[in-house]
């Protein structure tokens, strides 16, 4: 499976449909980008598993300032709909396969749960913090 554009309109059905997803924000007239195309292309071939898709920063302004991307190439790396990885530059070819390898060896459920764990912290003052103790003083 070759590289996917990917667009405002089936942004989040990417991201949703699938548990692995490598992003790279470029635009055509950005040389590093032109240069790191062909890398990420050729990535892809080898990792039938993982969505590989590309955001013309261009064309998909309101995508790239969502993600705030300021330089490009940047490179996001979502497993389960969450961010785990975000890094502007050019990769080499062996870099990008370390991402990978490292981000496959993620445990999801350790991340789900601090991502949990991050919300329910910030969503309310009050509470939040003080439920582990109480327990365990009667």
């Given at each position: ?52 898709a590309k955001i013309n ?82």
């Amino acid at each position: 499976m070759a590289t996917i554009e990917a667009t405002k309109a089936n942004f989040e059905e990417l991201i949703d449909g699938n548990s692995f997803v490598i992003v790279d924000f470029w635009a055509p007239w950005c040389a590093p980008c032109r240069a790191f195309g062909p890398i990420f292309e050729e990535v892809s071939e080898q990792h039938k598993d993982i969505v590989f898709a590309k955001i013309n920063t261009e064309v998909e302004t309101e995508l790239a300032s969502h993600f705030q991307v300021r330089s490009i190439p940047t490179l996001m790396v979502f497993r389960d709909q969450i961010i785990l990885f975000a890094q502007p530059g050019s990769l080499p070819r062996k870099a990008l396969e370390e991402v990978i390898d490292q981000v496959r060896a993620v445990d999801m459920d350790e991340v789900r749960r601090e991502v949990a764990e991050q919300t329910a912290g910030h969503d309310h003052d009050c509470c939040g913090h003080d439920h582990g103790d109480a327990d365990h003083h009667h």
